[in-house]
Nanobody, 126 residues
Framework: QVQLVESGGGLVQAGGSLRLTCAPSGRTFSSFAMGWFRQAPGKEREFVAAIIWGGGSTYYADSVKGRFTVSRDNAKNTVYLQMNSLKAEDTAIYYC???????????????????WGQGTQVTVSS
């Protein structure tokens, strides 16, 4: 079974930084793109960022643009989410996800992603 494992979450003060990592565990599959989503208590899971393995095109939610950077290491099959200038409203569980097919029109749709990690908690104190 394909599994994705997130790491790097934790508690940080507002204005601080964290880097999340997502790597496959167990059987892997050929994915076209990777995404990061987050879910705060009482809210729906929302899109944060995405990156295409080939070419490295990136996509961001407006709320994180300019503060977060998604990147990938093709050799390690690993994706990162660098989060700077963190705010209290960034507090959430962060999930990485993989998808086999991709369209820029659907990059924000969580139902288009085929595999998910268990999530890592990010807490930003104000």
């Amino acid at each position: 079974q394909v599994q994705l494992v997130e790491s790097g979450g934790g508690l940080v003060q507002a204005g601080g930084s964290l880097r999340l990592t997502c790597a496959p565990s167990g059987r892997t599959f050929s994915s076209f793109a990777m995404g990061w989503f987050r879910q705060a208590p009482g809210k729906e899971r929302e899109f944060v960022a995405a990156i295409i393995w080939g070419g490295g095109s990136t996509y961001y939610a407006d709320s994180v643009k300019g503060r977060f950077t998604v990147s990938r290491d093709n050799a390690k099959n690993t994706v990162y989410l660098q989060m700077n200038s963190l705010k209290a409203e960034d507090t959430a569980i962060y999930y990485c996800a993989a998808r086999r097919r991709f369209s820029p029109l659907t990059v924000r749709r969580r139902e288009e992603y085929d595999a998910w990690g268990q999530g890592t908690q990010v807490t930003v104190s104000s």
